[in-house]
């Protein structure tokens, strides 16, 4: 099956993408893995790709759509694949219907993960991480035996930047107004399915195996 999962930052699209993963047994597609393989492996695309990261621009649509297809044609995807991050505007998803097509791997399915703005605000700004080892807590919902210590390594607790209030109204709302016309975009296709992000983490893959099923 071939889908594409789409939500915004702290609706659980990871952890929901590695369900996904091993319950259809895809291969999950990312333009940022894209680009680091083509760029170490110094492939044409990957050399025309970082003379623009090189120089600190975005990498042009074409270059990124001539990159998702050559990943999509390859033999680990006839099954399908699980795209993630792509497309992100208009023009990008109308190339990808287009190259889905002449390879004869069209999309089926969108998954969009939604959530309430103020509830993902409230999720994500409690997040704290230890710089030290890497383990997360929140302060509702996951406390450290100690307030503000890691409970392995003993290191003070930080919040990252990306998740203070500030930050977050402003990839929040970049998202929104980002993802509303490609949302509108694929329900004119038929092809995108809501699912409530909100819900505990096996709830919200239930819905998602729901959708899964009755596509196939």
Avoid: W
């Avoid at 659980?12 to 597609?29: A, C, D, R, W």
């Avoid at 791997?105 to 230890?130: F, Y």
């Avoid at 307030?147 to 990252?160: A, H």
């Amino acid at each position: 099956m071939n889908i594409i999962l789409m939500g915004p930052p702290g609706a659980g699209k990871g952890t929901q993408s590695e369900k996904i993963l091993g319950y259809v047994n895809i291969p999950h597609i990312s333009t940022g893995d894209m680009f680091r393989e083509a760029i170490k492996n110094q492939t044409e695309l990957g050399k025309l790709a970082q003379t623009y990261t090189n120089a600190g621009k975005l990498v042009p649509d074409e270059v990124t759509i001539a990159l998702v297809k050559e990943r999509l044609s390859r033999d680990d995807c006839k099954d399908g694949y699980l795209l993630d991050g792509f497309p992100r505007t208009i023009p990008q998803a109308e190339a990808l219907e287009v190259l889905t097509k002449e390879i004869s791997r069209p999309v089926e399915l969108v998954i969009n993960i939604t959530a309430d703005k103020d509830e993902l605000i409230k999720r994500i700004s409690g997040r704290r991480v230890c710089p030290k080892c890497g383990n997360s807590y929140h302060v509702m919902f996951k406390l450290p035996k100690v307030d503000g210590v890691c409970d392995s390594c003993g290191s003070e607790l930080i919040q990252r930047k990306d998740d203070t209030i500030e930050s977050l109204n402003v990839r929040l709302d970049a998202y929104e107004n980002q993802t509303k016309p490609l949302i509108d975009f694929y329900n004119k296709l038929g092809v995108c399915k809501e699912v409530n992000g909100l819900q505990n983490i096996d709830d919200v893959f239930k819905d998602i195996q729901k959708i899964i099923d009755e596509v196939k």
